[in-house]
């Protein structure tokens, strides 16, 4: 049992660059959640989804956007690549009527 | 919206000292709080949590936080520190049973000295 599987673990992206950060739960999770976590600031929610083929925007959807197709993948995608995403990125994925989130290692971007 | 603080960046004990880690929330209702632990290079691990009745709740590894409504806390606490505990510590405040919109304090690092 896998639990919440991120990949890459560190990724280096030049401005105006694009990429998928990929998650997979293997726990039959209803919810998943992509958050930032930048100095001082805690995680900040960007996106989530409550089943396959919904989403929603969280606090600092800006700049992302999210698919999920199946139960398992929630991928989130990054465009346009700014300075302002370098941060570390973790997945959390929760079942429907949890309340704890188990999360991923994290995606450690940087943007130069 | 609600907002949790938590006041100290950065707190050094001696092994086997007791701890607590302070976490303020601002919500108008009954909120959901919770506490969760990063070890270096890890995600998050839930620690513990409250939802409603006894404000005193146990968790993982020793921890215990006390649910105070008059002064708006949730207070970490462990009676003898070991250097495992060594991580940030999170402090998070949910409205809703499905945590889509939960807020995360900034953390505390915990340091732990030999």
């Known amino acids: 049992n896998a639990g919440v599987t991120q990949t890459p673990k560190f990724r280096i992206l030049k401005i105006g660059q694009s990429m998928t950060l990929q998650c997979t739960q293997d726990m039959n999770h209803n919810y998943m959640y992509w958050y930032r976590q930048d100095p001082g600031m805690g995680l900040k929610l960007i996106y989530y989804?409550?089943?396959?083929?919904?989403?929603d925007k969280g606090e600092v959807p800006n700049g992302y956007n999210v698919s999920r197709s199946t139960t398992e993948d929630f991928p989130l995608r990054l465009e346009l690549a700014a300075p302002s995403q370098t941060s570390v990125y973790f997945c959390?994925?929760?079942?429907?009527?949890?309340?704890?989130?188990?999360f991923g290692q994290g995606t450690r971007l940087t943007v130069v | 919206a609600q907002s949790v603080t938590q006041p100290d960046i950065h707190i050094t004990v001696s092994e086997g000292a007791s701890l607590e880690l302070r976490c303020n929330y601002s919500y108008g209702a009954t909120p959901y709080l919770f506490w969760y632990v990063q070890s270096p290079g890890q995600g998050l691990q839930l620690l513990l949590k409250?939802?409603?009745?006894?404000?005193l709740v146990q968790g993982i590894k020793g921890f215990e936080a006390e649910f105070k409504r008059s002064q708006s806390s949730f207070n970490l606490r462990k009676p003898s520190v070991h250097w495992s505990d060594a991580a940030e510590y999170f402090c998070a405040v949910g409205t809703s049973y499905n945590n889509n919109d939960m807020r995360f304090g900034a953390g505390t690092r915990l340091t732990v000295k030999p």
């Open positions: 959390a994925s929760i079942l429907a009527g949890s309340t704890e989130a188990f």
């Open positions: 989804s409550v089943g396959a083929g919904i989403t």
């Open positions: 409250y939802f409603s009745g006894d404000t």
